[in-house]
């Protein structure tokens, strides 16, 4: 079992910048990757970013590219969410989540096994 729990969130203006953490706990010596996804009101959770746990690779959905940055703090065993220059199409429930098998599917929400509770992120105009 993996266990998940994500902080930070909030509201930030136009143009501001969040960073949101996500704590891994239990076995999470067995993570493949994690990644960020997040969901508005009536839309379908979204890929937002992942990195491949151990080796360090990310990738990034073209919405978020160049503007957010995940990284991985090995002290506190966490993934962290950068997020600059944020847009109001950014306001959502952002969760991350952990998929323990290798899968060539990782910006596909069903692939994986753990997930956050969500933190809220708004960005007012």
């Known amino acids: 079992q993996v266990q998940l729990v994500e902080s930070g969130g909030g509201l930030v203006q136009t143009g501001g910048s969040l960073s949101l953490s996500c704590a891994a706990s239990?076995?999470?010596?067995?993570?493949?990757?994690m990644a960020w996804f997040r969901q508005a009101p009536g839309k379908e959770r979204e890929f937002v970013g992942v990195?491949?746990?151990?080796?360090?690779?990310?990738s990034y959905a073209d919405a978020v590219k160049g503007r957010f940055t995940i990284s991985r703090d090995n002290t506190k065993n966490t993934m962290n969410l950068q997020m600059n220059s944020l847009k109001p199409e950014d306001t959502a429930v952002y969760y991350c989540?952990?998929?323990?098998?290798?899968?060539?599917?990782?910006?596909?929400?069903?692939?994986?096994?753990?997930w956050g509770q969500g933190t809220q992120v708004t960005v007012s105009s």
């Open positions: 989540a952990a998929v323990i098998f290798r899968t060539n599917y990782l910006q596909n929400p069903t692939s994986y096994n753990y």
């Open positions: 239990g076995r999470s010596f067995t993570m493949y990757a």
């Open positions: 990195r491949i746990w151990s080796g360090g690779s990310t």
